[in-house]
């Protein structure tokens, strides 16, 4: 499976913005890339997705680099309900349902 | 529409013993997949049932077993527990319309500990 890297760990202000990078330069033409949480004593749940273009959703947004070697989630306005463990994935089809999970970024939200 | 439930909750062992943790997917959902989640390892896939077949397997040894049954309800079996098979048990159900886009929707977890 590609691989991604991810910072350890991230900071941010509650109401503010927050941009968790990504970088998988070894990803394929046909990898999506999936952004997963996990906050604390929950199992992950799903955030968003994509393959070429920026998506939006009611959760965040998935800005991805022309190149698709990097992208960003953008949480607009982050919450003390956003922290958690943020985990960049790529989906191979031929992976099924499989998700490989990082380390991931543990987002912490000051008040 | 009612989540994905995992029982029991918590389970303590010894080890050399047997386990068996049980997961009802969302009404619907076909593909179940289990993972185990430990502080040192991080969520690493155990393995996928779909329509009652195992359809892909992660990197664990033969000791964890699992099994769907035609309701979509899964069970996954550890024999011989060992210290290290302390963990959280995840369960995960999708759709599997697609193998690169579809989301998996996870339960709380069992948390098992082998004293």
């Known amino acids: 499976d590609a691989k991604t890297t991810q910072p350890n760990s991230m900071e941010s202000n509650e109401e503010e913005p927050v941009h968790l990078p990504c970088n998988h330069s070894?990803?394929?033409?046909?990898?999506?890339i999936h952004w997963y949480r996990q906050l604390p004593s929950q199992g992950p749940e799903y955030v968003i997705h994509g393959l070429t273009s920026n998506v939006n959703n009611r959760m965040a947004s998935l800005a991805i680099a022309e190149d698709r070697k990097s992208s960003t989630l953008i949480l607009h306005r982050a919450t003390l309900r956003d922290a958690a463990v943020y985990y960049c994935?790529?989906?191979?089809?031929?992976?099924?349902?499989?998700?490989?999970f990082g380390e991931g970024t543990q987002l912490t939200v000051n008040p | 529409k009612a989540g994905v439930t995992q029982t029991p909750r918590y389970l303590i062992k010894t080890r050399g013993q047997q386990v068996t943790l049980s997961c009802s997917p969302i009404?619907?959902?076909?593909?179940v997949s289990w993972y185990q989640q430990t502080p040192g390892q991080g969520l690493q896939f155990l393995f996928e049932?779909?329509?009652?077949?195992?359809?892909n397997k992660g990197n664990f040894p033969g000791r964890f077993s699992g099994r769907q049954f035609s309701n979509s309800r899964s069970e996954m079996n550890v024999s011989t527990l060992e210290l290290g098979d302390s963990a959280l048990y995840l369960c995960?159900?999708?759709?599997?319309?697609?193998?690169?886009?579809?989301?998996?929707?996870f339960g709380p977890g069992t948390r098992l500990t082998v004293l």
């Open positions: 995960a159900s999708s759709l599997r319309t697609s193998g690169t886009t579809d989301t998996q929707y």
């Open positions: 049932y779909f329509s009652e077949t195992q359809r």
């Open positions: 070894t990803i394929s033409g046909t990898d999506y």
């Open positions: 009404s619907g959902h076909r593909s």
């Open positions: 994935i790529l989906r191979e089809e031929t992976s099924g349902s499989r998700l490989t």
